[in-house]
């Protein structure tokens, strides 16, 4: 439903990029489990990098933040799996979700950002910053440009938002010939 990157994990209050402390580089995400399950966001994490490899700094870590005890249950399950299906040890480390902090609009959405025809059309339905990072029409086409689904899919997923139905012509226009 939603995506935001931001910092989390540490103790230093409102870290920044320039000035991170403790935390590491995390995504938060906000999902509707009755299309997507906790085990279906797992196996993504899992894929979307190389766990096996111990991370230095803690700036990128490989962590999974989790709400409850069911949550963490889960994640270690599946990376019993993945040691035992890649014959090596996951450095992935689990701990308790804390606060999260929002990364710099700037760092938000970096996908979507970086074409502009497709984010004119964004700033338009979006003037506030924080409704353009809360939105789960930015997510989904940014998730798009990243690399994740087809055209058709996203159309269909957009159609479901409260967009206008020429707010989306629009940015599937924009995004014809992006990738596949």
């Known amino acids: 439903m939603r995506t935001r990157v931001g910092y989390a994990g540490g103790t230093k209050k409102d870290p920044t990029y ?23 966001l797992l196996d993504i994490f899992w894929q979307s990098h190389e766990p096996t490899v111990q991370s230095s700094p803690r700036q990128y870590m490989s962590i999974i933040f989790y709400h409850d005890e069911e949550q963490r249950k889960r994640a270690v399950m599946t990376k ?26 700037y760092h938000q959405k970096y996908y979507l950002r970086s074409t502009p025809a497709v984010m004119k059309e964004f700033n338009a339905l979006y003037p506030s910053s924080t409704d353009f990072i809360n ?14 689904g087809t055209i058709g899919d996203l159309k269909t997923d957009l159609e479901s938002s409260k967009l206008a139905p020429e707010a989306i012509d629009r940015i599937i226009k924009g995004l014809r010939g992006t990738r596949g």
């Open 80 to 105: 019993d799996r993945q040691e035992a299906s890649r014959k090596r040890k996951i450095q992935t480390i689990f701990v308790p979700a804390g606060l999260f902090y929002p990364a710099e609009d």
């Open 135 to 148: 939105s789960a029409a930015a997510a989904k086409v940014n998730g798009f440009l990243g690399g994740n």
């Open 18 to 40: 320039e000035r991170l402390g403790d935390h590491s580089e995390t995504i938060e995400v906000t999902y509707d489990p009755r299309r997507v399950s906790y085990a279906e």
